[in-house]
T-cell receptor
């Protein structure tokens, strides 16, 4: 365990389903991130939260909805996804922006 | 866009030193060099970072050239568990809101 815990580790969902990915950190970090990693592609930043406020949204489709209720928790709500959204979704945290990220193990999402 | 250039892959014999190069010719004065690695299907792991001086920790050493246009990550005694994709990233410490990962370099440690 790295100190950043993601659940579930694996998720299979239909295109009409609604699901949520959870990320939790108890490192005292004040910034949290969602990244997407598709097969054979570099990591793509999706969302950045600093002090529980969203500071970055990289043109992510609205079917992905992040939520950061407090500095220790980050969610990614999913609805009406497409098969091309199948990927490894990674959560990370850091004490200050862009310094020493700690990543979780990721959620492997398959959309059928 | 990633500001670094790395070879796509490299092989290394187990027990030998692995020297992983990275070019960052457009690095600015306040940008740090970061190294991460990602073992298959896991989240990336922070290795080391530096600004000007060479750095060493329990995982690796980072050698930055005097003009800061390139650097080398050194794994002194590579093991099979060091097989991973290694990412070299440049960014301002605390001044940017994201780390941009490129394609990285696949290091394969062979027995």
């Amino acid at each position: 365990e790295t100190g950043v815990t993601q659940t579930p580790r694996h998720l299979v969902m239909g295109m009409t389903n609604k699901k949520s990915l959870k990320c939790e950190q108890h490192l005292g970090h004040n910034a949290m991130y969602w990244y997407k990693q598709s097969a054979k592609k570099p990591l793509e930043l999706m969302f950045v939260y600093s002090l529980e406020e969203r500071v970055e949204n990289n043109s992510v489709p609205s079917r992905f909805s992040p939520e950061c209720p407090n500095s220790s928790h980050l969610f990614l709500h999913l609805h009406t996804l497409q098969p091309e959204d199948s990927a490894l979704y990674l959560c990370a945290s850091s004490q200050e922006l862009a310094y020493g990220y700690t990543f979780g193990s990721g959620t492997r999402l398959t959309v059928v | 866009d990633a500001k670094t250039t790395q070879p796509p892959s490299m092989d290394c014999a187990e027990g030998r030193a692995a020297n992983l190069p990275c070019n960052h010719s457009t690095i600015s004065g306040n940008e740090y060099v970061y190294w991460y690695r990602q073992i298959h299907s896991q989240g990336p792991q922070y290795i080391i970072h530096g600004l000007k001086n060479n750095e060493t920790n329990e995982m690796a050493s980072l050698i930055i050239t005097e003009d800061r246009k390139s650097s080398t990550l050194i794994l002194p005694h590579a093991t099979l568990r060091d097989t991973a994709v290694y990412y070299c990233i440049v960014d301002e410490r605390g001044g940017s809101e994201k780390l941009v990962f490129g394609k990285g370099m696949k290091l394969t440690v062979n027995p």
